[in-house]
């Protein structure tokens, strides 16, 4: 078997090793906030087919767009008939998407760079647990990638058609979410700093060709009619589109101030190393270690065999860039690393193949093939326990946020709660808390379900759920007798689930062994 064909089967084991690790028990992990209500507005517009955009929370629209022919298909007929199955579907085909798409770039970086980008793709536990979370992150990733293949096809051709589908991308991203302005200021500025650097040995006219006005303008028209199509639902509300661009002040102050600011070095635990013993390590060090052998790679311009140095130095420089960008602004989540770490990937996919290249004696360089291929698949043993085993651990450096464990206990004695009521119509739910999400997506079956922020006037129902903080103030104002029980609802917070005595009566009435309340669960 040659090189090539090798090259076709690894990158084939590749797409089947992303579908195995994406796509098996969507609905296992609990239901983050974020993707609750990414749900309900989704919902929106499936059931009354529109949108409109809200320059202040929600992000853009493609998320949507895109989940709404899945529901479609699935034949379900409302909100409370669907399974999370169908919503995280769309990320992890995306995330399948993201490897197939990189044959784009096989002609500018080479085979085995792709090849071995695509692997640690498809293996990475960032990349494989945010495949599996209703976000936007995913699709922005995709989409920026497409940018990047298609601006260089385009460069590389100069056919209109590359152009067209570079500024669709563009459209795209921008309509995904807000931080698209970030990638595209860290491509901007990589695609100047490698003029710089390349200008010696690119001809004016090869600039001229790459810089014609008419591709451009027709780039940039197709991505403003894009991005403006889905930000105002096809033109029905044109106010969306300037919203969209007013948004980034919004996004500005976010950025400096409130939740989830966090240390410069912030990505870097999450991503190269998080211990908390007794549990395992998780580190992606390898990619990290190959990335720099890649940056350094591209820098000098050496041990790049067939890859073209100049796309090699753009990838280079955005990664460096928006890893720069995202590291200085405070606010941080983990899913938004997404973006500059595929770029390390890429650039780990070049650095691997130089690694192997330098290595001029035989043995050696299976030596070294076979220690990549060992910390690959620790790669993908670290996915695995990530998406599928500690789910709900917060020693799991992608868990931020999420629910705990105790969520899925107090739905199921909740739902046997409901079966134990006389009808629906009677059973009356309050949920007092702050920040009630995802409650509303696992109580979306019940009729009567009210959520205050606040103590209302008369907080009596069948259930009350309520923040354990509120207890002291809310018991006194209790007209019927409840029985209580603690249950954990995130790593810190605690949830009081009250019950109205003759309800807990006939529940237990109901089941022969009766069924305790969820116990204390952090």
Known sequence: ?????????????????ALA?????????PVHSDEAVHTYKC??????????????????????????????????ENWRDTSFVVYRLV?????????????????????????????????????????????????????????????????????????????????????????????????????????????????????????RPRPLLVALGVAVVVSAVHFSHFFTNPRAIVDSLLTYFTYADRAVAGDHLNPWYFYFRV???????????????????????????????????????????VIAFYTVLLTVIYSVIPYKTPWSALGFFHGMILLAGIGATVLVRVVYYRPLQVAAVVVLLAFTVQLSQQARRASFQMVTDVRNPHIYGHPVAGVNRMIGYLEQLAAAAPSDAELVVKVIVDNPWPLPWYLRHLEHVGYWSEIPDDPDA?????????ADALEPRFHDEYDWSYCGFRRDETLIVYVRQDLRAAFVAANSTPTSAPAADR
């Open 271 to 313: 991503l190269f190393w998080t211990h908390y013993p007794p549990a395992p390590v998780f580190s992606e060090l390898l990619i990290g270690v190959l990335t720099v052998i890649g940056f350094i790679a591209a820098l000098v311009g050496r041990g790049l065999g067939d890859a073209n140095r100049g796309l090699v130095r």
């Open 21 to 29: 690790l994406r796509l098996p028990a969507l609905d296992f992990r």
């Open 1 to 17: 078997m040659n090189r090539t064909s090798i090259a076709v089967v690894v990158f084939a084991l590749s797409v089947v090793a």
């Open 462 to 470: 069948n259930i009350i759920i309520a923040s354990a903080t509120l």
């Open 43 to 76: 919902n929106e517009l499936w059931t009354q087919g529109t949108y409109r955009y809200d320059p202040s929370e929600y992000h853009g629209p493609t998320l949507y767009y895109f989940t709404v022919p899945i529901l479609a298909a699935c034949g379900a």
């Open 91 to 211: 990320p992890a085909l995306f995330g399948v998407g993201l490897i197939l798409l990189s044959l784009l770039l096989r002609d500018g970086l080479g085979s085995w760079p792709v090849v071995v980008a695509a692997l640690l793709t498809a293996v990475s536990p960032a990349m494989v647990f945010y495949s599996r979370h209703y976000v936007q992150e995913m699709q922005l990733v995709f989409f920026t990638l497409l940018l990047i293949a298609a601006g260089w096809r385009y460069v590389h051709s100069a056919a209109l058609g590359w152009a067209v589908l570079a500024g669709f991308a563009l459209g795209m991203m921008h309509a995904s979410k807000e931080t698209a302005a970030l990638a595209g200021v860290a491509l901007l500025g990589a695609v100047v700093l490698t003029i710089l650097l390349e200008r010696p040995r690119v001809s004016p006219a090869q600039v001229r060709r790459s810089l």
